[in-house]
């Protein structure tokens, strides 16, 4: 299979339309920028050219608009011989993307629920009490449409979700994977990208405003807590130390929250493994919401 264009006349001094025996693409889609094309190789390779406005995909068409500042004749072969070299040399036309997936895993808490998806959700961990505190995430505020959830928690490729003490995930697991997976598959929105801006690894930690054993224990806990807590579903933050009781105050999100092994994990854990880093530093660790 070789693409062959042929350069057909347009009305349109601006516009150069390109013909293929092969089909291009199966319906009319059309780009006037790049923004739109992760998954149209071909079209991002065309826009690196300075002067090209929008292009449009018509089943064996391809049409391609231009700035005024040149003249189609100066550089039409030149584009034509381009477009060809790039597909007859493997480039794609369109990359179909990987189908989404979704799987439920069990967290040490036995009211939270983890569904882990195979793609990015969101820049940043998000958490949410209540369908008033989801206003700007879409796929919380619909999950909270669910009677039975009470909290969310959401960070990078899943979501943490709390069920109400009286009621069993054996009823509902499925229920919520189907409808997450439908959900992402037909392309509703995550968030709404305002609120989920990426910042680096220790978002969270203020190091301006700490003394130096309090970044120590900011720093350790988000790069040796941090990563296996998220493991199980949740998240810890630094809240505060306090110098003279050398107590460490922590707060535990998503499926860490409220998990009856939380007290076990702070003590024999992260209480631990501060002690061990900052010895004669620490008394004890708590967690201010677990």
Sequence with gaps: ??????????????????????????ERIVFNDDKKAEQFPLIKNLFFLPFIKSITLDKHLILIEKLDFLDWVDVQDEVKEQIENFL?????????????????ENTPNPSVIKFVANKRLV?????????????NCSIAKALFNHDFISELYIDFNFISITIKKENSWDNHIMEIREFILSYIRDGNEIID????????????????????????IAKLIDDQIKPAVASDGGNILFQSYDSNSKEVKVILQGA??????????????????????????ISNVIAING
């Design 1 to 26: 299979m070789k693409f062959n264009f042929e350069i057909l006349e347009s009305e349109d001094k601006n516009l150069l339309v390109l013909s293929s025996d092969l089909e291009i693409f199966q």
């Design 88 to 104: 007859n040399g493997g480039g794609l036309i369109f990359k179909p993307s990987n189908p989404i997936t979704i799987y439920a």
């Design 123 to 135: 820049n940043t961990s998000h958490e949410f009490k209540s369908i008033e505190s989801a206003q």
């Design 193 to 216: 990208s305002k609120f989920d801006i990426e910042d680096d690894k220790n978002e969270s930690i203020d190091f301006e405003n700490m003394d130096e054993i309090s970044k120590e």
């Design 256 to 281: 860490c929250s409220g998990c009856p092994s939380s007290t076990f994990t702070l003590k024999n854990g992260i209480e631990s493994m501060l002690k061990d880093y900052l010895p004669g530093k």
